[in-house]
């Protein structure tokens, strides 16, 4: 008999452990079981934070680094990294823009910038790359991603023809672009936005109003950048003739999507999909037997475009359809809304009321030994069919 395939993709489990080292503790476990068995690790993401290195883990790669700036214009250093062949270059949005960068300073709605991703977009087209994938997530601005744009050479003026500061508040003041100073290869690479939600730009579900009070903005700054926001998609759709207000996803980040869909012809994807892709996990759920995924807390949101529910989509899609099981750090969802999801099982690490800090604390032991009661049961079920 051929040894039993298992394919180990899980996120994260934040506050805890890293996707990778979740993948290690369930290999681990089921390895006790079937000694034999094929594993194959396959750290995951949602196309946010994480994502960078659950793609370097994968490849074997070493991430480059760059001086640039954080989201408030401080000197920092970010990492990026291409695909073993060269041809994919990626950009996490939270290594130089993100939330946890600037949390040692009180929060800039206003003035919060993505210049400094846009500065590492640039380093991986001066890399040689034909695609660059932008992870998205973790923002700690609302500029529309008129800070990438910036990074990447284009001037956003006012009506005198004057650059217009970075942020939020900027966008409220610039009547024009000068896209002179556009990297050169800019316009040639394929661009794919990494994305887990589908808020517009504008309005009541948009970027500023569902994640704007999240990077400090209070009401009346979630109205100004709202508004700036609305503003800026006009100026897109003159200079670009691209309408993005109401894309769904456009709002991801603080609106990014926007200005790289209206002047790169970016492509907004799924995040796991994408990610998905760029490990090869398709091929390998196609030779799996078992499929074990697990997050920190699997809930609704799990089964709407996050990790679970892509690998879900692709065992389904799979010849064999291998079934696909959630270890968790907690279930918040019936069994039948699991099943739904094309999942076969879901199960929590908590053996009962315990407490977070001890749960947390002994993540990886108690992920091991569910791990291997997963692997028992699929073994018992195929010896009584």
């Not at 569902?210 to 700054?221: L, S």
């Amino acid at each position: 008999m051929k040894p039993l395939q298992v394919v180990v993709a899980p996120d994260s489990f934040k506050g805890s452990l890293s996707a990778s080292e979740v993948a290690v503790a369930v290999a681990e476990g089921v390895r006790s079981v079937a000694p034999d068995a094929d594993v194959t690790c396959l750290p995951m993401a949602d196309g946010g934070e994480g994502t960078l290195d659950a793609l370097l883990t994968v490849w074997g790669t070493v991430p480059q680094r760059i001086a640039t700036v954080d989201a408030v214009g401080r000197p920092a250093t970010a990492r990026w990294a291409t695909s073993p062949d060269g041809r994919v270059g990626v950009v996490e949005l939270a290594e130089a823009s993100g939330l946890p960068r600037v949390s040692d300073v009180a929060l800039q709605p206003l003035h919060a910038s993505t210049r400094g991703t846009g500065e590492v977009a640039a380093a991986v087209l001066d890399a040689g790359v034909e695609e660059v994938l932008v992870c998205l997530g973790g923002s700690a601005s609302t500029d529309g991603g008129a800070g990438v744009l910036a990074g990447l050479g284009v001037r956003l003026l006012d009506e005198s023809g004057v650059p217009v500061p970075d942020g939020g508040e900027g966008l409220s003041r610039a009547t024009s672009l000068d896209l002179s100073g556009l990297h050169p290869r800019a316009r040639e690479v394929r661009w794919r936005l990494a994305v887990d939600v589908t808020n517009p730009l504008v309005g009541e579900h948009g970027a500023a109003q569902v994640f704007g009070p999240q990077k400090g903005a209070n009401p009346g700054e979630v109205e100004f950048l709202d508004g700036a926001l609305d503003r800026w998609a006009g100026l897109l759709e003159a200079e670009t003739g691209v309408a993005v207000r109401d894309l769904a996803g456009a709002g991801a980040a603080g609106g990014v999507p926007s200005a790289l869909v209206a002047l790169l012809g970016a492509e907004l994807e799924r995040g796991a999909t994408l990610v998905a892709e760029a490990i090869g996990l398709p091929a390998a759920v196609a030779r799996a037997d078992l499929v074990i995924t697990g997050e920190g807390s699997f809930d609704s949101q799990s089964v709407r475009g996050k990790v679970a529910d892509g690998i879900a989509r692709i065992a389904a899609a799979a010849p064999g359809r291998p079934p696909v099981v959630v270890v968790a750090g907690q279930v918040l969802l019936p069994a039948a809304h699991v099943r739904d999801a094309g999942i076969a099982a879901a199960f929590s690490i908590a053996p009962g009321p315990v407490e977070l800090d001890e749960l947390i604390a002994r993540t990886a032991t108690r992920l091991a030994d569910l791990a291997a009661t997963v692997t028992s049961l699929f073994l018992a079920s195929h010896r009584t069919t």
